[in-house]
């Protein structure tokens, strides 16, 4: 079963913007997946990679990504958000949500998140 829905992907030029959401399946019946939530990208023949993470209203993002990416979410409607602007070509790949059940550790390890979604396809054009 997939825990999380990942939208707002799609192909832009450089220099463009996109707004990544994320909101709980249907099978988890809106349930609450966890405190700490967190955005990774994978691009083509590379590992997965930390972008951003949010909890307890603290917000991490990657340096490669710091001053153009900002991560954000909806308590109330169980969303996170990545609003991506200034993309880049090397921005390009599938880009996943996850969540977690706990403040503690390195945010920026896939093995904090015990939940993830199918990705969303993010393409910049130079």
């Known amino acids: 079963q997939v825990h999380l829905v990942e939208s707002g992907g799609g192909s832009v030029q450089a220099g463009g913007s996109l707004r990544l959401s994320c909101a709980p399946s249907?099978?988890?019946?809106?349930?609450?997946?966890?405190?700490?939530g967190g955005w990774f990208r994978q691009a083509p023949g590379k590992e997965r990679e930390w972008v951003a993470s949010?909890?307890?209203?603290?917000?991490y993002v990657a340096s490669s990504v710091k001053g153009r990416f900002t991560i954000s979410q909806d308590n109330a409607k169980n969303a996170l958000y990545l609003q991506m602007n200034s993309l880049r070509p090397e921005d390009t790949g599938i880009y996943y949500c996850?969540?977690?059940?706990?403040?503690?550790?390195?945010?920026?390890?896939?093995?904090?998140?015990?939940?993830w979604g199918q990705g969303t396809q993010v393409t910049v054009s130079s």
């Open positions: 996850a969540r977690g059940p706990a403040y503690g550790g390195d945010w920026s390890r896939p093995t904090l998140y015990n939940y």
């Open positions: 249907v099978y988890t019946n809106n349930r609450n997946l966890g405190v700490l």
């Open positions: 949010i909890g307890g209203g603290t917000t």
